[in-house]
């Protein structure tokens, strides 16, 4: 299995449970490895047989923004589902950065591992 990673992806977004969090946008930095099998993609030399990588951050954006839940582990969940449902990748794994979150601590956010087979049997 080979491994697709973007790291450092910005997002401003309304994410939080106080009243305060949900008045103003604020920053996510998601890291994401995304296991898939290149061999087509590099045989071909062709995006389309590639996981590509612009319309992934593209969709960890889109539900970034328009979701805007309270807890990071819900739009970690969400972004899985959706990214084994648009792209040909077996596993992921996702980590959510949300800084400035905790006063006085360097990072804080949710990191989840999910594999093709756990949203393919019940939904």
Not at 46 to 73: F, G, H
């Amino acid at each position: 299995m080979d491994t697709i990673f973007i790291r450092g992806l910005r997002v401003e977004t309304v994410i939080g449970v106080h009243a305060w969090e949900r008045q103003l946008e604020r920053p996510l930095v998601f890291d994401l490895e995304l296991g898939a099998d290149t061999r087509e993609a590099a045989s071909s030399d062709r995006v389309r047989d590639a996981v590509d990588y612009a319309a992934v951050a593209e969709t960890v954006t889109r539900i970034a923004k328009t979701l805007q839940p309270a807890l990071l582990e819900t739009l970690a969940e969400r972004l899985a589902r959706q990214l084994f449902e648009d792209f040909p990748i077996q596993r992921l794994r996702l980590v959510i950065d949300k800084p400035g979150a905790v006063p006085d601590v360097k990072q804080v956010g949710v990191a989840i591992e999910r594999v093709r087979e756990d949203f393919s049997a019940c939904g």
